[in-house]
């Protein structure tokens, strides 16, 4: 089944302990991008990626890292989490420029505390 | 940067009638796309219409674009409890990452 996979779905965490959410897709898709959704403030782009080791920041970057050293995964690094990156954070991917939509991953709630 | 803004932000029909949510964006586009989100889950694509595109139909889904007036709306006729979601316009420009930047979405409730 195409899919897009993250881990872990659910996460609570403390302040400054670093923490990766991993993101995977079997699909052999070009482009990854991770979000973050907060109420009233809709999904916003952290980071993408356009390619292997072709990264790129969004709207709300800092505070993140991430890499793309395979195609297939696009992991999510947060070094010193904080409480205002509490989120629910969602990977995605496509095959690219209008060759259809993004497949979303079912999404990983973090708390920070 | 937000570039497409869903409206009305909530929406709430009756089984059996048409809903229809609006999309505007503010820079020219390559594409649109509507996806819809169930409570918490993922975004799941509905349809996707290129620039060059006026409308596009799937099932009980109807898309419009009018790129003079930098707006889209999505049609859903004969609306089912099922469809309670909320749902998304995401755009993707020329020139910069044709990554989608997404709206803040419109809440539809279908009461059954």
């Known amino acids: 089944e195409a899919q897009v996979t993250q881990n872990p779905r659910y996460l609570i965490t403390v302040t400054g302990k670093k923490l990766t959410v991993t993101c995977s897709q079997n699909?052999?898709?070009?482009?990854m991008s991770w979000y973050r959704q907060d109420p009233g403030l809709g999904l916003r782009q952290i980071y993408y990626?356009?390619?292997?080791?072709?990264?790129d920041k969004g709207d709300v970057p800092e505070g993140y890292k991430v890499s793309r050293k395979e195609k297939r995964n696009f992991p999510l690094i947060l070094e010193s989490p904080s409480p205002n990156q509490t989120s629910l954070y969602f990977c995605?991917?496509?095959?690219?420029?209008?060759?259809?939509?993004?497949?979303f991953g079912s999404g990983t709630r973090l708390t920070v505390v | 940067s937000q570039q497409g803004e869903e409206d009305p932000q909530a929406l709430s029909i009756q089984e059996g009638e048409n809903a229809t949510m609006n999309c505007s964006y503010k820079?020219?586009?390559?594409?649109l796309q509507w996806y819809r989100q169930n409570s918490g889950r993922g975004l799941v694509h509905l349809i996707l219409?290129?620039?060059?595109?006026r409308e596009k139909h799937s099932g009980r889904l109807r898309v419009t674009l009018d790129t003079s007036k930098k707006s889209s709306s999505l049609l859903i006729t004969a609306s089912r409890a099922a469809d309670t979601a909320s749902y998304f316009c995401?755009?993707?420009?020329?020139?910069?990452?044709?990554?989608?930047?997404f709206g803040r979405g419109t809440s539809l409730i279908v009461h059954p």
């Open positions: 995605a991917s496509s095959a690219g420029q209008g060759l259809g939509g993004y497949t």
């Open positions: 699909m052999n898709h070009e482009y």
């Open positions: 990626s356009m390619n292997v080791e072709v990264t």
């Open positions: 820079t020219s586009i390559n594409n």
């Open positions: 219409i290129r620039s060059n595109e």
């Open positions: 995401a755009t993707s420009s020329p020139g910069g990452s044709y990554i989608p930047t």
